[in-house]
């Protein structure tokens, strides 16, 4: 019994001490901003969520999202994982990083959903007004139709004959 608990305090030690041999990484020479990083997951995640057509279009080009991105902010793929692990370190960092990745990404949805909502209603206004036309149209034709029958009609009973011409 004894036995067993000196093993188990044992292996509790190694264990904690085990763990402070990770040491935080140094910071890089080049180290990206948290602007910038917020700016270039927000394209990554962009690029890697396109789907149907637009990804068919991408492959089609040849694109690759991470060399676009990576071009686009004028660095390179070791300077993004230097800085990508200095902040994953960073808890803190890179919890602040992906705070506004997120609001970012809520700011993305409600303009585009705004811009749906706004299509969505134009469309409804334009199908409405092309309705009201064509039901005037044939309002037009039913009374201008049965207005002149009505009237035949009427001419002929009282004996007048008159050419619908």
Request: glycine residues 8%; hydrophobic residues 30%; without cysteine.
């Given at each position: 019994m004894i036995f067993k608990r000196v093993i188990l305090y044992l292996g509790?030690?190694?264990?904690v001490t085990a763990c402070y041999k990770y040491k935080a990484p140094k910071k890089p020479k080049h180290l990206i901003?948290?602007?910038k990083m917020v700016n270039i997951l927000l394209d990554l995640k962009l690029l890697s969520s396109t789907t149907g057509k637009?990804?068919?279009i991408l492959d089609?080009?040849?694109v690759d999202a991470e060399t676009y991105v990576f071009s686009k902010y004028n660095i390179d793929s070791l300077q993004f994982a230097l800085s990508n692990e200095y902040y994953t370190f960073h808890i803190e960092d890179y919890d602040e990083i992906y705070k506004k990745l997120e609001d970012s990404l809520d700011i993305l949805k409600k303009a585009y959903e705004t811009l749906l909502k706004e299509e969505t209603e134009r469309e409804l206004k334009e199908k409405k007004a092309k309705d009201s036309i064509e039901r005037a149209k044939k309002k037009l034709k039913d009374s201008t139709g049965n207005d002149t029958k009505k009237k035949l009609i009427e001419k002929e009973e009282e004996g007048v004959l008159i050419d619908p011409v």
């Open positions: 509790i030690v190694l264990f901003s948290k602007d637009n990804k068919r089609e080009k040849g």
